[in-house]
């Protein structure tokens, strides 16, 4: 099968560089050069899942060696305006939920605005956003004032998220309609691996920006900041889109395979999307599927050390009766199993995706229900057994079907919905990654404070967990099994989407005639740099990880 354009350019030269028609790709162009565009951008927005590595400097930005207690009675209103005294960790990681609600939000608000501009105009912006949403939060951390860091890093760069999320996935889909899993799972893997990348690089630029004054936070932000813009510019400057109508040589389109009923053969515009019944299925498997996730992802270095205590280091002691430098040696393997983890979140992504090709969303979707839901039912068994490695193994896998939830939906999207407007359905379905990033940690959290309270031991806090996360699991599983085809009366009829599809037309007509197409074919040096500008950080993200992950079974 070819990879290459068979269709014409078309691109008025009317229209400005971050025009859509400007990005509409020519003949020979390789469609491979759009997988380094899309993890550029996926890996600087990833690292969201890397703030938590702000939080404890943070918590001592005053005090620099010591936190300066805020006085008693102090609210978390009250904390988004003191200058004085320092932030409470769980104060810092409403930054992170903010961030992740608000990526939802904007991905619902202005997917469609997407698909009108093309990926390169929300491509830009939402570099502009997310460079600049780290700076305006490096300006709250240097004047102490939370409320700042909230808007730059949880606003303002929660729409640099939703933006930077989808426009890759939309793009890869239509340049991939043969392999939607592996082309969604390549771009959402770039994201999984973003905090790989960027956790270990700003633990570096703290420790050198770090003075008898300043745990040198607001520096790494503002580093990170410009980084992540420039990153992020490049990647959507090599964005393409496909001509109208344009496949794959030798590909059969889905019209044909009318074995399979859940590949539709019609387009839904987004403008329906709230009112059709499959949507919202797929929108509580997806929310139920990241909720059980995200919780245990963000609890995951607790958990290990409160449930098997000494026993991580060889010693017959319950996590209460170690001593200070038997927490720390703990807590070093915790920060590892947090690493092993985060492999297999985006390895997860990448494998997953790509199975789901062949076995079909919806069956990839029932194995992660059920196969997750036994491993949840187990971790009780594991701990009170004391069996590390059951535990490790059973959590390794879950965080792999984390990982690749994010990556199959998006072709399962496509798969019910068609692929015209699947960046602006994406968008909408991403409100389901809002709620799940508020309710899976505080069922996580609250459950385990609520345990505690009760007098349970640490080391059974999160059995009731386990199994209300396997509750969980029902309701997505449940949700997934009544997914249906789509109802024809749903899709755009050939007049509608002729009309969708009318200016692309024009466009192609008039650039065959002026010969202004946006590209020629494809640039090798072009891709050849793309590729080492995501691979040299990748490579060594990934030899950090494997480092910390050799620790935990050193």
Known sequence: MSTVMNGSAAAPSSGGWLAKERTIAGPGFNRWQIAPAALLIHLCIGMVYGLSTFWLPLSKAIGIKAAVACPVGTGFFDELFVSDCDWKISTLGWMFTLAII??????????????????????????????????????????????????????????????????????????FPDKRGMATGLAIMGFGGGAMVGSPLATLLMKHFASPTSVGVAQTFLVLAVGYFVFMLFGALLYRVPPSGWTPAGWTPPAAQAANTMITRGHVHVSKIWGIPQ???????????????????GMASPMLQEVFGGHLVGLDKKFMELDKTQLTQIAAIGGSFVALLSLFNIGGRFFWASLSDKFGRKATFTIFFILGGLLYASVPASAGAGSERAFVVAFCIILSMYGGGFATVPAYLSDLFGTQMVG??????????????ALGPIVVNYMRDYQLGLGIPRDQVYNQTMYILVGMLVIGLIANFLVKPVDAKWFMTEAELAEERRIAHERAASNEVTGTGAAGGSNALVAAIAWLAVGIPLVWGLYMALTNVSKFFG
Request: net charge positive.
């Open 102 to 175: 608000i990526l939802g939000v904007s991905a619902a608000l202005w997917g469609g605005w997407l698909e009108r501009v093309g990926p390169r105009k929300a491509g830009v912006v939402a570099a502009v956003c997310w460079g600049g949403g780290l700076a305006v939060a490096a300006l709250g951390i240097q004047m102490h004032q939370f409320w700042i860091m909230l808007l730059g890093g949880g606003v303002i760069g929660g729409v640099g998220l939703g933006l930077g999320y989808i426009s890759p996935v939309s793009t890869l889909i239509k340049w």
């Open 424 to 437: 602006a359905i994406h968008g909408r379905l991403l409100t389901a990654w809002s709620v799940a990033g």
């Open 279 to 297: 949507f919202w299925l797929v929108w509580i498997v997806l929310c139920m599927n990241v909720s059980a996730g995200i919780g245990v992802l």
